[in-house]
């Protein structure tokens, strides 16, 4: 189960004057009470943002794979922004590949050891080192 959609869909149902959730886990339905997912939101969301970094802490380099959205736009976040900060501050090596055609941030730029253009410039650049 992603935890990380349950404070969202708990949400949707409380709009819909539902009170509770049923989602799938390991072959089996599992109900929530909205009540039970909002009390426990903040712990969901701090276990998320501990877990990430610690896996980042774990690595011995970190390759963020962004995305184009419609006009060109990056489908980056706050969170993936933050964690590339995390890798880079921690001596990791940061690597990214942007595909949007839009330039990416200086918050991206300087905490990457390179920004690639699209996934066959760092496969290439991969092949030549790893």
């Not at 886990?25 to 969301?45: C, M, P, S």
């Not at 962004?66 to 993936?80: C, E």
């Not at 995390?86 to 330039?103: L, M, Q, R, Y």
């Amino acid at each position: 189960m992603e935890e990380a959609y349950l404070p969202f869909f708990a949400r949707k149902a409380a709009d819909a004057g539902e009170d509770h959730i049923e989602l799938k886990a390991i072959g089996q339905k599992v109900r929530f009470t909205v009540g039970e997912v909002q009390r426990v939101e903040r712990d969901i969301n701090a276990q998320i943002y501990t877990r990430d970094f610690a896996l980042i802490d774990q690595a011995d380099m970190i390759i963020s794979y962004i995305p184009q959205l419609a006009a060109g736009r990056a489908a980056i976040s706050s969170g993936v922004e933050r964690e590339l900060q995390h890798a880079h501050e921690a001596g990791k090596d940061v690597f990214v590949i942007w595909t949007p055609s839009c330039n990416p941030s200086v918050f991206v730029t300087q905490t990457a050891t390179k920004v690639f253009n699209g996934v066959d410039e760092a496969v290439t650049y991969f092949e030549g080192r790893y």
